[in-house]
C-alpha cells in the first residue's frame, strides 16, 4: 500500500509544488526513497487519529479525489434546497441561491467509508485554492466570529478530504501551516470581539489549533530528511511550546514532547526564543518575559504570549505588594515600567487586584501590605495584557496574508 | 510465531496453577527483543518498523491473562515492566497508564510480593513518568525507593539501572530539599555508586558519565553560579533533553540566586557587621556581572521578588524612587 501511495502521489508533487510554495524550504523531494513512504505510511495512522475520528478512511485504498469545484456539485444543490447557505455563500443575498464560486464544502463529522466517492473529495490543488479563498475572506468586513466561524468550519473539511487521500507531502504541510496560523491569529482576536459565547468558541479554536498542530508534526516526521528540515518547522514547533507554558496534567508534558524534538529544531533561533519564554514564564520572571517578548516575538508567537501576559503581570504584582518593603511604598511609575504597561491600565489592574494605592506627591504609590491572597492571578484580566510597544503594532499592521 | 505463541497463551489461561510462568516471562522478553531486531530490519530495507507495536499489543494481551487473581498474578509485573520498554522505545508512554492503574488499583495482590528485580524496574519507569509529569514528590518517593532496593539487593546487574535512576533522582532531590542536605544526598548517591561498582570497567564508565552530567550542576548550585548552572546545562543539553531532566534541572536557577545572595549576605557581614542583613540591588548585579551574566538592576529586583514571594528568601525590598539618593536594598529578615 505504502508503494501504491507513493506512486500516487509523485504527479501532485511535481504538478504543484513549485507553483504553491513561496514560503517553503526548497528542500530536494526524493520520491525513490523508499524510507520516507514508509515513514509517511506510519504517520498517516497517527494522522487520522487526530483528526476527528476519520480512520475509517484508511481502509480505502488510492482515494483521489476528483471533484473540481470547492464544493461537490451534489452538496451544493442538497444546501440550496435546504437553504443551508452561510452569508459568504449566498448569491446576491439569496440564501437559497449559491454557485460554484461560492459555496465551499462543509465539513461533516460521520461520512460512512462505503460511500465516499471521489467525486465529492477535492484533490490537493482544489484544495489549495480552496484555502486561498476561504483565508482571504479574513479581509471582508464582516464581523470577526462570522468569518472565523465560517473559515473554522471550511479548513476542518479541507483537513479531511486530506486525510481522506492519505496526502503528506509538502502541499499537505504547506496547507497545514497556513491553517495553523489562521487559529493562532484567531486565538487572539476572539477574546476582543465580546460576543456572549467567546469563551466556547475560544475553546473549540484551541482544540482545533492543537489538533492540526499535532498533525502538521506528524507530517513533518514523515518528510523528514536526514540534515534538514523545513523553512518554518521551528517556528511552528516554538507555537507548540508556547502554547504549554501552563503546565496542565490534560496534555503530554513539555519534557517528554522535548525528547522526540530533533536536536536542531531544539537549538534553532525560535525554539530558542520560546524556551527561554518557557524558563522566564515558570520562575516567574516577569521582566525579562515581557522585554523579550516586546524585543524578539514574531507576531504570531506574540499572539500566543499575550494571554499570559496579564497572568504574570497579576503575578508581578502580587511579588510586589509582599515582598516590598513597607515604610517605602512602590512607585507605580516604576513598575508601570517594568511591565510595560500604561500608569492608568496598572492603575486599574491594582484596583482590580484589590491593591492600595496613594499619592506620595511626586506620584501614585504603591501600599505594601504584606497580604498573600490579595491578588488573583487568574486569566480573567484580558484587558491588561496588551504591550505597549512600537514594533509588535508594526507587526500586527504588517500581519494580512496567511 | 506470534501465532505458536498465542495458542501458549490459550492454554496457560486454562491452567490453575502457574509452572509454566518462567518460560512464559522468557517468552515476553523474547518476544520484545525479536520485535525490536526486526523492527531495525525492516527500516533498513524501508519498510515501516511495526512489529513492536504488535508486540505491545501482544504483551498487553499476556498481561490481561497474567493481571487477574491467583499465582499467575506474579508473573504481571515482569510483562508490565516488558511493556514499559516497549513504549517508551517508542515514545507511546501515554499507553502505560491503564498498565500502571491495573496493577496499583489491584488490591489482592500486595505489591512488595513481586520480584525485587520486577518492582525496581517498575519503580524506575513509573518514576520517570512522574517526573515527565512534574509531579516531583511522588516521583521522588518512586526512584528513591528503586535505589534503596538496589543498594540492598546489591545485585550486579542493576548498575546500569541505578545510574539511570540517580540520573533522574538526583535533580528531584536538588530542587525540592535544601541544598546543603542535597549535596550530602547527591555526594552519598556518588559515593554509594563507586562503591557498588567498584572493579566493574561498566560501572567506571557509568561513573565518569555520571559524574561529568552533574558534578557542574551540583557545584553551580553550592557556589551559586549561575553562569556554571548555564554552562552545565549546555554541555550536555542533548543527553539532559532525552532522558526529560532538562526543565527540573532549570528550575534549580532560583536556588542558584538563592545561594549567591547568601553568600553575598555573609561575606558583607564579616567585612562590615554593621551592613548585615542589608544588601544593595547593585551589589547582586555586579556579582552577577562578575559571572558574565548581564542583568540590570531591575531584573535583579524582579528575582529578589521572586525568591521572598516563593519564601526561599525572608526580606523585603524597596523600589528606586525619584530620589536619587534613596537605594535599592534587600533588608534579609
Keep these: ?14 504538478k504543484n509544488y513549485s507553483s504553491s510554495s513561496s514560503t517553503k524550504s526548497h528542500k530536494p523531494l526524493n520520491p525513490n526513497s523508499n524510507t520516507r513512504i514508509a515513514h509517511a505510511n506510519k504517520s498517516a495512522t497517527v494522522n487520522s487519529g487526530n483528526e476527528d475520528n476519520i480512520d475509517e478512511h484508511q481502509d480505502i485504498p488510492n482515494l483521489v479525489g476528483t471533484c473540481p469545484f470547492m464544493c461537490p456539485v451534489e452538496e451544493r444543490a442538497r444546501r440550496e434546497r435546504l437553504r443551508d447557505l452561510a452569508v459568504f455563500e449566498r448569491l446576491h443575498g439569496n440564501p437559497a441561491k449559491t454557485s460554484s464560486t461560492l459555496a465551499v464544502k462543509k465539513f461533516c463529522r460521520t461520512i460512512s467509508a462505503n460511500n465516499v466517492q471521489a467525486s465529492d473529495v477535492r484533490p490537493v490543488s482544489v484544495l489549495e485554492d480552496t484555502l486561498n479563498y476561504v483565508l482571504n475572506l479574513l479581509k471582508s468586513d464582516c464581523r470577526f466570529e462570522v468569518v472565523h466561524d465560517f473559515i473554522f468550519d471550511r479548513t476542518r473539511s479541507i483537513r479531511q478530504d486530506l486525510t481522506m487521500q492519505n496526502v503528506t507531502n509538502d502541499q499537505a504541510i504547506h496547507i497545514y501551516e497556513r491553517m495553523i496560523k489562521f487559529h493562532i491569529l484567531s486565538h487572539h482576536k476572539l477574546p476582543k470581539c465580546g460576543s456572549p459565547d467567546t469563551a466556547s468558541i475560544c475553546h473549540l479554536n484551541m ?9 502538521l508534526f506528524s507530517l513533518y516526521e514523515a518528510n523528514r530528511a536526514p ?14 511550546v508556547l502554547l504549554h507554558l501552563c503546565s496542565d496534567n490534560q496534555s503530554e508534558s513539555l519534557s517528554l514532547w522535548f525528547r522526540r524534538v530533533p536536536f536542531v529544531i531544539m537549538k ?45 503581570r497579576a503575578l508581578a504584582l502580587s511579588c510586589v505588594n509582599y515582598g516590598g518593603y513597607k515604610l517605602q511604598p512602590y512607585p507605580l511609575a516604576h513598575l508601570s515600567k517594568l511591565l510595560m ?28 501590605t504584606k497580604l498573600t491572597s490579595t491578588c488573583n492571578p487568574k486569566r480573567g484580566y484580558q484587558k491588561y495584557c496588551e504591550v505597549v510597544s512600537e514594533r509588535l503594532e508594526r507587526l500586527a499592521a504588517e500581519v494580512s496574508e496567511l | 510465531m506470534v501465532e505458536n505463541y498465542s495458542s501458549f497463551i490459550q492454554e496457560f489461561r486454562n491452567w490453575e496453577s502457574a509452572w509454566v510462568l518462567e518460560a512464559l516471562c522468557v517468552i515476553a522478553h523474547e518476544i520484545r527483543i525479536l520485535a525490536e531486531r526486526a523492527d531495525k530490519e525492516l527500516a533498513s530495507i524501508g519498510k515501516t518498523p511495526e512489529k513492536l507495536k504488535g508486540a505491545g499489543s501482544f504483551l498487553m494481551k499476556v498481561f490481561g491473562v497474567l493481571a487477574g487473581k491467583g499465582p499467575k498474578r506474579v508473573g504481571a509485573l515482569y510483562v508490565t515492566c516488558q511493556l514499559f520498554k516497549i513504549y517508551f522505545k517508542l515514545g507511546t508512554v ?77 535533580p528531584l532531590k536538588e530542587a525540592n530539599i535544601s541544598h546543603q542536605l542535597l549535596l550530602e544526598l547527591s555526594f552519598y548517591a556518588i559515593e554509594k555508586l563507586k562503591c557498588s561498582l567498584e572493579g566493574s570497567e561498566i560501572g567506571e564508565g557509568l561513573i565518569v558519565i555520571y559524574v561529568l552530567m552533574y558534578n ?30 532538562y526543565l527540573v534541572l532549570e528550575k534549580l536557577e532560583l536556588q542558584v540566586y538563592q545561594r549567591l545572595i547568601k553568600k553575598i549576605d555573609i561575606i558583607q557581614k564579616q567585612q562590615d557587621p554593621n551592613k548585615a542583613h542589608q544588601i544593595k540591588l547593585e551589589i547582586i548585579v555586579k556579582a552577577l556581572k562578575w559571572l558574565e551574566m548581564d542583568m540590570d538592576v531591575d531584573e535583579v529586583e524582579c528575582i529578589v521578588s521572586i525568591l521572598i514571594y516563593k519564601n526561599l528568601m525572608k526580606g523585603d525590598y524597596s523600589a528606586l524612587t525619584d530620589a536619587q539618593d534613596t537605594e535599592e536594598v534587600i533588608k534579609l529578615g
Design chain 1, 1 to 14: 500500500m505504502a508503494d501504491r501511495r507513493g506512486q500516487r502521489q509523485r504527479p501532485m508533487i511535481t
Design chain 1, 207 to 215: 482544540e482545533q489549533l492543537t489538533k492540526a498542530l499535532t498533525s
Design chain 1, 227 to 240: 540534515d534538514s528540515i523545513y523553512k518554518d518547522e521551528s517556528e511552528f514547533h516554538s507555537y507548540y
Design chain 1, 268 to 312: 534553532s533561533k525560535e525554539m530558542c526564543f520560546a524556551r527561554r519564554i518557557l524558563r522566564f514564564f515558570r520562575l516567574g520572571n516577569y521582566k525579562q518575559l515581557i522585554y523579550t517578548t516586546e524585543a524578539e516575538a514574531s507576531y504570531l508567537q506574540y499572539c500566543i504570549i499575550e494571554p499570559y501576559i496579564s497572568e504574570i
Design chain 1, 341 to 368: 504597561m500604561q500608569e492608568s491600565d496598572l492603575e486599574s489592574l491594582c484596583v482590580d487586584c484589590g491593591l492600595q494605592m496613594s499619592s506620595d506627591g511626586t506620584g501614585k504609590v504603591l501600599l505594601s
Design chain 2, 94 to 170: 501515554h499507553l502505560c497508564r491503564s498498565v500502571i492503574r491495573s496493577i496499583e488499583t489491584a488490591r489482592i495482590f500486595d505489591f512488595e510480593e513481586f520480584p525485587v528485580r520486577d518492582k525496581v524496574t517498575y519503580m524506575y519507569y513509573t518514576g520517570c513518568l512522574e517526573v515527565y509529569n512534574e509531579n516531583f514528590p511522588a516521583a521522588d518517593h518512586k526512584l528513591s525507593y528503586a535505589l534503596t532496593l538496589v543498594y540492598n539487593e546489591n545485585f550486579p546487574a542493576a548498575e546500569h539501572k541505578l545510574s539511570y535512576a540517580l540520573t533522574y533522582c538526583s
Design chain 2, 216 to 245: 557542574n550542576v551540583v557545584l553551580a548550585l553550592k557556589r551559586g553560579d549561575l553562569r556554571l548552572l548555564r554552562h552545565a546545562l549546555e554541555e550536555h543539553e542533548d543527553r539532559f533533553l532525552r532522558s526529560g531532566v
